[in-house]
């Protein structure tokens, strides 16, 4: 369970106070205006957040990437590595999408 779920879980069920409550999250909130600074200078226009996904608008070309969770990954040497950025150097061409949750057993067992 995500740290933001575990805060209002505690705060709905009493085990921790309003105030605590709001500043645990506000210390949660930080990270998102660390992305406001961090897409200068990348091709992401923007990103927005719904309940089951994070949505990435590219600049060029303008297309939106929806991300529900998934990671991309790259079989090498008989076992899986995460490949969290594609660049012009990328030599890979054979990439797995694999959800955290859904696939975490699979993740496991081919991790190095």
């Known amino acids: 369970m995500n740290k933001l779920v575990q805060l209002k879980n505690a705060f ?3 085990q921790i106070s309003k105030g605590d409550y709001i500043s645990e999250m506000s210390v949660e909130h930080e990270h998102l205006f660390s992305y406001s600074e961090f897409l200068n200078g990348v091709n992401i226009e923007e990103i ?3 309940k089951d996904a994070v949505i990435a608008e590219l600049k060029n070309p303008r297309i939106s990437m929806i991300c529900m ?3 991309c990954f790259v ?3 008989g076992c899986l590595e995460s490949c969290p950025c594609v660049t012009e ?3 890979d061409t054979n990439y797995l999408f694999l959800h955290g949750e ?3 057993e699979i993740i ?3 991790a190095q």
């Open 69 to 71: 969770g998934y990671g």
């Open 89 to 91: 150097q990328t030599t």
């Open 48 to 50: 927005r957040l719904r």
């Open 102 to 104: 859904k696939h975490a």
């Open 108 to 110: 496991a067992g081919w």
């Open 75 to 77: 079989i090498k040497g």
């Open 12 to 14: 709905l069920s009493g």
